[in-house]
């Protein structure tokens, strides 16, 4: 089973019941970090199935995610720049 984890800025106090939480609006415009590699969604389409998982991308599209390297992310979180990042432990 796969397991996910969201990282969140240690300045914030982020509680995730699940992924429909990441689609809040308080999280719109670059507050979300996402690794641009695909296999994490993959992974969740394999949970979930395509068409679910295709409409949550797009929901999560609208949030306008900063996207890059998990690294690169991790440090701007660090920075307060990002405030959680979507990760997988798969």
């Not at 689609?23 to 068409?51: C, F, I, Q, V, Y």
């Not at 998982?53 to 307060?80: C, D, H, I, W």
Request: hydrophobic share 45%; charged share 20%; proline share 2%.
């Amino acid at each position: 089973m796969n397991k996910w984890k969201f990282y969140a800025w240690c300045g914030a106090t982020v509680f995730f019941v699940g992924w429909q939480d990441l689609l809040d609006p308080k999280w719109k415009g670059g507050k979300l970090g996402m690794s641009t590699a695909t296999h994490h969604l993959a992974r969740l389409a394999t949970l979930w199935g395509e068409n679910k998982t295709t409409e949550f991308v797009k929901l999560l599209a609208r949030q306008e995610p900063l996207l890059g390297e998990f690294g690169n992310l991790y440090s701007r979180m660090q920075l307060g720049e990002v405030l959680v990042i979507i990760n997988d432990d798969g």
